[in-house]
């Protein structure tokens, strides 16, 4: 991967959309971890589509913060500690935007999955932001639609169907993800 070709976003990706940290308040407790993880999975998806010589290790550390999180959503409880995927990642020296937003995004919803049962709803928004910024950082627009859609369809499913703080969300709620091999 040519990290020459990562940056930084501006201030705010134009085909973003934003969601507040109140709006993701909102959502009950399972549906919000849901959803960070779905986020999460979106920027990593996205990261190892671009990054074709993702080390193993790394890339299992990431999908196991991600794997727990939704694991928790089904669940309704939290699952065991795994490792810190930033961290293996600043320790294996990697410096691209995109990739160390993966990173913030799939362990901001494994913290999410710890912070549910205090309702906080901080570790959910920084998932999504991280994840938004990955895609900030690679110019593409497929997984902030995804995204978007994502957020609507379980706040409108959460509203509608009267969840709760116990109500637990599917593994496959989120359904097929979309297709990042033509992501632009």
């Given at each position: 991967m040519d990290c020459a070709s990562w940056r930084f976003p501006e201030r705010t990706h134009p085909m973003s959309f934003d969601i507040t940290e109140s709006q993701?308040?909102?959502?009950?407790?399972?549906?919000?971890?849901?959803?960070?993880?779905?986020?999460?999975?979106?920027?990593?998806?996205?990261?190892?589509?671009?990054?074709?010589?993702?080390?193993?290790?790394?890339?299992?550390?990431?999908?196991?913060?991600?794997?727990?999180?939704?694991?928790?959503?089904?669940?309704?409880?939290?699952?065991?500690s795994f490792s810190n995927a930033h961290d293996r990642a600043m320790q294996a020296g990697v410096s691209c935007p995109g990739i160390i937003y993966a990173t913030f995004?799939?362990?901001?919803?494994?913290?999410?999955?710890?912070?549910?049962?205090?309702?906080?709803?901080?570790?959910?928004?920084?998932?999504?932001?991280?994840?938004?910024?990955?895609?900030?950082?690679?110019?593409?627009?497929?997984?902030?639609?995804?995204?978007?859609?994502?957020?609507?369809?379980i706040s409108s499913d959460a509203t509608k169907d009267r969840w709760t703080d116990e109500t637990t969300v599917l593994l496959t709620y989120f359904g097929s993800f979309p297709d990042l091999a033509s992501a632009t």
């Open positions: 993701i308040r909102r959502l009950p407790r399972w549906a919000r971890v849901a959803f960070a993880a779905y986020c999460a999975e979106l920027a990593l998806r996205l990261v190892q589509n671009r990054w074709k010589e993702m080390p193993p290790q790394f890339r299992s550390d990431c999908q196991g913060a991600v794997n727990a999180a939704k694991q928790a959503a089904f669940t309704g409880r939290e699952v065991l995004a799939a362990n901001s919803a494994r913290c999410a999955v710890e912070s549910a049962f205090e309702s906080e709803s901080s570790l959910a928004y920084q998932a999504w932001n991280n994840a938004k910024n990955t895609a900030a950082s690679l110019s593409d627009t497929v997984i902030n639609r995804a995204m978007k859609h994502g957020f609507d369809s």
